[in-house]
């Protein structure tokens, strides 16, 4: 969060301030006007484009409204002018270049739908009409609000909105034949992939893990794969995560599956110190930068955290151990990385293959044609790749 910057405006001849809160990554308008029913999606979505932050004083249903008529607008399908090329001056094709295409159009949504405001009081409460109380859901997400007034846009405030229900109901995942309930708490990534989490249910158990019944779960998440690991019986479990949010959630899930004595959780870059019969990982797939919280689970700028885990597994593995690297192909199919470095920085970091188990996903978009991205999707196939030491 940044949590010293403030937001300036005017308002009734006077200067105004409050507290943007927002994730990293978010940009802040420059310029603010104040809105209300009067104003029209056309005019709205101008300046929104324009980079002009857009604060809400009029009742909170037409403000979603408002909200869902911009995001149709720059939905709708854009005419392009096709260019035909030929002989010379055809040109290969640019590595990524759908990928970084969809990202490009992506953030420009984002920035265009993060306009709408909405300004929140001392304990997160606001006045305007029809609103709910988001009061508990911020608190949450935020922390306290320790009596300080808050912007934040609609959408952020929604999102904060839906982590709450997550957490609130939690979402099953399957685990050893029985789903697993985890509760994900906001800015940790739901495990709504579960073919990467049966994978690790599966997979055979490395023989080491009957002299040494320890297991390191590097970048631990919501805790669902050392629950998995701890219900496999590995009699002790050491979940490591950089994100504070992270080893909160990863316990809350843990102490709620009655698995808190099992797993130990470390707050530290990639590995725990000590070594391990089995240490997995599941890194973020794709290289590229993160600009949220949540995009730190997808996106892994320059594929950083795959080769610090490669490099450093040896180390971590005791007599006869194993890593798991659980990783989709998505990556190279969107030209992103190729299969020859993912093998090449596994031999450079003294590691050998022993085995691979390969999933293909059944989410929603690997079968939505439409998906900018539809034909890498399609072809993907996650893999729990089972490493050990060179001899």
């Not at 229900?165 to 789903?179: C, I, Q, S, T």
């Not at 949540?294 to 593995?317: C, I, T």
Request: aromatic content about 6%; glycine content about 10%.
């Amino acid at each position: 969060m940044t949590a010293h910057t403030q937001l300036h405006w005017t308002e009734n001849g006077e200067a105004r301030s409050a507290l943007w809160r927002m994730d990293a990554g978010a940009v802040m308008p420059k310029t603010v006007v104040l809105a209300d029913d009067r104003l029209t999606a056309d005019s709205a979505y101008r300046l929104a484009c324009a980079g002009t932050g857009l604060l809400w004083r009029s009742d909170f249903q037409n403000a979603r409204q408002l909200l869902q008529a911009m995001a149709r607008r720059i939905d709708q399908p854009k005419k392009t002018c096709a260019k035909k090329a030929s002989g010379d001056a055809a040109q290969a094709p640019v590595p990524g270049a759908a990928f970084h295409a969809h990202r490009l159009a992506q953030s420009q949504r984002n920035r265009v739908l993060s306009a709408i405001l909405i300004e929140l009081d001392g304990d997160y409460g606001t006045a305007l009409r029809r609103a709910p109380d988001v009061r508990q859901a911020c608190v949450q997400a935020f922390g306290s609000a320790q009596g300080e007034a808050s912007v934040i846009s609609l959408r952020s405030l929604q999102g904060a909105v839906g982590a709450f229900e997550w957490r609130k109901n939690g979402v099953e995942v399957p685990g050893m034949g029985e789903a697993l309930r985890i509760y994900p708490h906001y800015g940790v990534f739901s495990p709504v992939r579960g073919e990467y989490v049966d994978l690790v249910a599966h997979a055979p158990l490395p023989e080491a893990l009957k002299a040494q019944s320890v297991a390191f779960d590097v970048g631990v998440g919501t805790g669902v794969l050392s629950a998995v690991l701890a219900r496999r019986g590995v009699a002790q479990v050491v979940g490591s995560d950089l994100s504070e949010r992270a080893v909160a959630c990863a316990r809350d899930n843990l102490q709620r599956l009655g698995l808190q004595n099992q797993v130990d959780l470390v707050q530290t870059h990639l590995f725990p110190p000590g070594r391990a019969a089995l240490v997995v990982c599941n890194p973020p797939w794709l290289p590229a930068r993160p600009v949220g919280l949540l995009d730190q689970a997808v996106y892994d700028e320059g594929s950083q955290m795959l080769k610090g885990f490669l490099a450093g597994l040896r180390d971590h593995l005791c007599e006869g151990g194993e890593g798991w690297l659980i990783l989709s192909d998505l990556a190279e199919h969107l030209g992103l990385r190729n299969r020859e470095a993912l093998l090449r920085w596994m031999a450079e970091a003294g590691l050998v293959v022993l085995g691979r188990l390969d999933a293909k996903p059944v989410h929603a978009k690997a079968q939505d044609s439409t998906d900018p991205l539809h034909a890498a999707r399609s072809a993907e196939v996650t893999s729990l790749w089972r490493l050990g030491a060179a001899g």
